[in-house]
């Protein structure tokens, strides 16, 4: 009897320690995968922070050239304004272009 109680124990100490590693092999696996993982939503994220920004700077220089066209257009009506004024004042007071 002594002899079947000191199996039992030798085999249930040997499936604790197969349990144990067993367990380990998988949370081993488990932190793997959930790396991997980590890594490829990383890779994502900046994937799509990196098309953000470019789409970000697109915009911003598009502003930029409207801003441009804004400025030389309004530039131009001056200019034509100031022709117009001067072509008024000159049929006022009656000189033919500075002669």
């Known amino acids: 009897?002594?002899?079947?109680a000191e199996h039992a124990k030798?085999?249930?100490a040997q499936k604790t320690e197969e349990t144990k590693g067993y367990g380990q092999q998988k949370a081993g696996e488990a932190k793997e995968y959930g790396?991997?993982?980590?890594?490829e939503a990383k890779e994502q994220t900046q994937g799509m922070a990196e098309a953000a920004k470019e789409k970000a700077s697109a915009g911003g220089q598009a502003t930029?050239?409207?801003a441009e066209q804004a400025k030389g257009a309004a530039a131009d009506a001056l200019s034509r304004a100031g022709e117009a004024i001067k072509g008024a004042m000159e049929k006022v007071t009656g000189t033919g272009g500075g002669q």
């Open 1 to 4: 009897m002594a002899e079947q």
């Open 10 to 12: 030798e085999t249930a």
């Open 35 to 39: 790396q991997q993982k980590a890594g």
């Open 64 to 66: 930029q050239e409207k």
